[in-house]
Every structure is written in C-alpha cells, then in structure tokens.
C-alpha cells in the first residue's frame, strides 16, 4: 500500500519547507503531519516523506528512530502515556502505572484488543508540581489518583 | 521590600496582547531599537543577567560573541526543550507571559543582529505550542513581529519567529544537539569548539537562550540595569522560577529572588513536607544536579554561587524534595533509568556507562546489591563524566556518584557485605588471578 500525503497536506508540507533555508529542515514538521495522517510512520510513510523533501529513507528513518514521539507501529485511537520519573514516582505513579496496565491489560508498548488504547511508559513531562500525571493523546491530566485514572479512562471508553 | 516579579507578574490576562500593552508591552524593544545593538548588549552584561537554562553563563557576554558583521545569515534559537525531571518553570511563561518572552526574542535578535529565529518547544508540550502561536500570531498581526516590524517601529530591522516543535529527546534541550534537531537530523550533540557563535546553525553565527533567560530582558530595558542588578545576590541577580515538587504541601513554581533560603523555600512557600515528616533528601536543580542531604540544608541559599559552594548546582532550579521515608534506592534508579533512556549514544562512556549503572542500580533495588557495587557504581561515574561530547555525560553520573558519596550510611544498609555474583561472573571477575577454574568453589 503506497502513502501519498493529501492535497490539504501538501499545501502545509509547503509552508513548513518556507521556514527553513534548506528543503531537508522541515524533516520533524513533515514527519508529524504524516504521523497525523497515517497513525504512525510506516515504511511506506518513510519512502514518500524522503522522496518529497529529496532525501534517503535512510536519513528520514534515522530521525524517525531518534525520537520517542514518532510511533513506528500503530498506537491506539487514545495513546495513553504516563510519566513515572522522579517527581511523579515521589506521588505514586509507579501504583497508577501498574493500575492502568491491569485496568487495560496490557504493557508497555502495548495496544488494546480493540484498538481504543495503546500505552507508554514517558520520562517526564514537565508536570512535576502536578503529579502524578499521564497524558491521553495531546491532552494532560494531572494532579491523578486511582479513582481519577478510572473516571478518564472510562469517559473516554463512553465517548466512543 | 516587596517581592519582585519580573516572568510572572500575576496580572489577569496578562498573556493577552492588549492587557500586555496596557502594562507597557512593547516598549521595550522600541527603546531598545532607538538605541545601538552593543549598547542594548552591554546594559545586559551590566544588569548581570545569567542564562537560565542551567549553566548560568552571563546573558550579555553571550551575545557579545555574535560578529558585527557576517556574509552568513545569523540565527537565534530559544531553548524551550525544558525536559529536565524536576523542571516545569517555562511552560508558565508560555502560558502566563508570552508576550514578554516574544518582545525578549525580538531584543536579542536586535543586539545579536539577527533577522530568523527559532523557538523550540518541547513536542509534548501541545497545548502551550497552541498558546505560544498564538500569542505569536497576534504580536505579527499587531505587527510587533515579521516584516511589520519596520513600519510598526519605523526602523530597518525586522525579525521572523518561527516554532520549532521537537519530538520527544530530552538530549535536544543540550544547545548543539537542539540546532542538529532544527535543522531536521538527529538530537546529536557537536563538539565545540567550533562554538555555535561562530559555527552554529548550518554553519552560520548562532546565540541559544533559554525561555526564561530572555523573558527577562524587556524589564531590564525598560527598567535600567541598575535596578535588575540590586535584586537577590549580586553575583547572580534577578529572581528565578523555582519549581517545587515532590513531597511538599504546596507543589508548584514560584517566582522570587535569587539566593532564597532553601528552607525558607520548602516550609515558608511550599507549605512544608507532607505530613510534617523530615527530609531525606533534596535535589536542587533538577535530577542532575548532586543532592543535599536533610540534615544539611540548613542555610543553604538558592544561586549559582553560593550552591556551588555547597557541591551542588542551581540548574534549572527544579528542586525535587523526598521525605524520610523515601526509598532513595528506588529513586536513584529511577533517574538512572532517565539517563540510561536518554543518553544518544555517540559516545562510549555515556551509552554504555548509563547502562552498567542502571543494572547494577536494580540489583540493589532487588537486594542482591554489595559493598562492591557501590563502589563500582562510583567508579562508573568517574568514567563517564569529562570524557563525553556533551553535559549529558555529567547530567547521567552526578545523580549517581554523589547520591551513593552522600548517603553513604543509607546504601550501605540496603547491600550485602558480601560479593553475590552468579558463577559465570565469578569466573570471569576472578580470571586476572589466574585460578584454574576447578578451584573455584560453589
């Protein structure tokens, strides 16, 4: 299955090439609108992307590798990512880890039978005067117990 | 005296552009365009604004290394990659304060002679990337920002913004790897020399500040040098976002001056430990930086100087508080685990190192650690730091070398005396003597 980015797409990938000098730049915007686009950043993403801004799919998967956002097999519609570093783990969130893991069975890296959630085990996110915290997709909450990571995931179970 | 606050006013929508030019926004840099680059460079050598970021290098001497003139374009980027466990003061200023920061970008633009620069933000951060455009936006339409400038300020110069969103490596919040990142390759980290002033940015004169470091100049500016000086200890004036967290009463970031009592900060403003219990152990800037113990923070000031007095680091002033109850073993391999996660592998001490160390960290979490690997886990992080590219090296053996130096007593009651290693490794550990093997007893 070839990937060929939409013409609304295209039309960013434009802009996102203006604000840089050289063509090869707007690598990490191209890729996230791809990501948008696709899910995630399959082999067939990594050919088109590098033919588009001129490069080898070597140097675009080398960047796709390095970075921890761009998911290289399909996540879940919701990407739960919860922070256990430091500050978080301090307030608990080793317990609200292993209670999401158990809640939706499944580890780290791991996506629901159905599709709905995928999780990740995150460094920290910069929510360390509000932990513990996970992030649901782009979305941060905060401030979590048990009862709370309940009510999220559950709301978010409903609202599909 | 009132407590100064210079990123974070506390005024109501202060983050929309009209309540921000109704407090004096955006008279800055127009006082600062009716004046030449080198003299807006030299009032902030003379306010002695230290960079924020964590190496607290004197803002103004900074920008005093760009060139006069280039044939090459010159670039400046604002690191706003803020990923440092413990740190969670500019995503405030994205929220609270924009304003102040984009007016901040465009006078360090003017004195570094800058025409494009670049703002990175951390990926995660979506939410406060949609606040920081837009807040961005409104200062380019209002034309404060872009090719508007000139007729809004009727001068010749004029800078573009644009938002760089990174994906996910704290090791791109390091200067070189941040510009290796902007420039669409992977978060490496350069070896400097060639400094980014000279060699930066695809090849061309680069200056990189932190959020908070230029959010601080437009009152600087406006306000006088003199006065930005007299505020907190002299050697490194201004006030600081502290950011507060782990067991306190009162989480959160906190702007005051620099050289606060320590103390003062934990029981006065954060409200005191949880459940009134003692301290263990303090971080004072973020998990690089080499811990306090409890029993030693007594009098200890919050600023570059005086913490580095004390063996210690302001870093991002991210300070992470554990109460006596804290399992410091547990912790220290958490952080470990950070490190051994982010570490971008160029170089051998650091990639292979930050590994070792997070093993033989969860041997001790599991109790089957020894006196041994204390002692190895020390001599690990004497091996990494000063022998790698970047501070990553530092940032990964300092947690680790002076957590284990520290707290001694405490690691030592968590191991064996005893060496526990499984025969494989017993064979291997004791080769050097030249036992034959069948002398090795189960």
Known sequence: ?160 | MPMEKIVLPGIKDFHLIDVYEQYGGYTAIKKALSQSPDDIIDQVKKSGLRGRGGAAFSAGLKWSFMPKSSVKPAYLCINGDESEPGSFKDRQIFEFNPHQLIEGILIAAYATRVKTTYIYIRGEYHKWIKLFEKALSDACAKGYAGEKMKKTFGTDFFVDIYVHKGAGAYICGEESALMNSIEGKRGYPRVKPPFPAQNGLWGCPTTINNVETVTNVPPIINKGWEWFSKIGEPKHPGTLLYGISGHVNKPGVYELPTGMLLTDLIYNYAGGVINNKKILCVIPGGSSMPPLRGDQIEGVKMDAESLKAYGTSIGTAGVIVMDEDTDLVKTLARIAKFYYHESCGQCTPCREGTGWMLKILNRLVRGEGSTHDLDLLVSIAFNIEGNTICALGEAAAWPVRYTITRFRDYFEKRVSREVILPVANKVHSMRHTAFPLADIKE
């Open chain 1, 1 to 160: 299955m070839t990937f060929k980015f939409t013409l609304e797409n295209t039309k960013r990938i434009e802009e996102a090439v203006k604000r840089y000098p050289h063509k090869n730049a707007a690598l990490m915007p191209v890729l996230y609108i791809a990501q948008e686009q696709e899910g995630w950043i399959s082999q067939e993403v990594i050919k088109e992307v590098a033919s588009v801004l001129e490069m080898t799919a070597e140097e675009v998967l080398g960047v796709v590798t390095f970075y921890s956002m761009y998911h290289t097999k399909p996540a879940g519609k919701y990407h739960l990512q919860v922070c256990t570093n430091v500050s978080c783990m301090l307030h608990g969130a080793v317990v609200i880890y292993d209670h999401v893991k158990d809640k939706l069975k499944i580890e780290n890296g791991g996506v629901t039978g159905d599709g709905l959630f995928s999780l990740e085990e995150v460094e920290c996110m910069g929510s360390c005067g509000t932990a513990p915290m996970f992030a649901i997709n782009e979305d941060f909450f905060e401030n979590l117990n048990i009862q709370k990571v309940d009510e999220i995931i559950e709301s978010f179970k409903n609202q599909d």
